[in-house]
């Protein structure tokens, strides 16, 4: 069983950075795209960014220009740079791994972490 397990968060003020690390039991090879949702108080989980096995990039609207997704095959190991976050930024965020597919939503991921939480003050 592929476990993903995320690190990083942590309450920062408007306008600093966070990086968030999501280590995986097993090769992140074997995933065609891995990602990062967010999940906020009383909202629907969203997806953030996604990266493909090739490396191509996706980013929600809201977050495009200040978050960064990578990865690194040697460590297994995704993340996600945040850069001037705003306090409506604050969320849980769960990595997710896709086996197959893109990664476009919630409907096709194969593997969830537990989720790591971020708050970001005013």
């Known amino acids: 069983q592929v476990q993903l397990v995320e690190s990083g968060g942590g309450l920062v003020q408007a306008g600093g950075s966070l990086r968030l690390s999501c280590a995986a039991s097993?090769?992140?090879?074997?995933?065609?795209?891995m990602g990062w949702f967010r999940q906020a108080p009383g909202k629907q989980r969203e997806l953030v960014a996604s990266i493909t096995r090739g490396g191509n990039t996706k980013y929600e609207d809201s977050v495009k220009g200040r978050f960064t997704i990578s990865r690194d095959n040697a460590k297994n190991t995704v993340y996600l740079q945040m850069n001037s976050l705003k306090p409506e930024d604050t969320a849980v965020f769960y990595c997710a791994a896709d086996r197959f597919g893109l990664l476009r939503d919630y409907s096709g991921v194969d593997y969830w972490g537990k989720g790591t939480l971020v708050t970001v003050s005013s």
């Open positions: 097993g090769s992140i090879f074997s995933f065609n795209a």
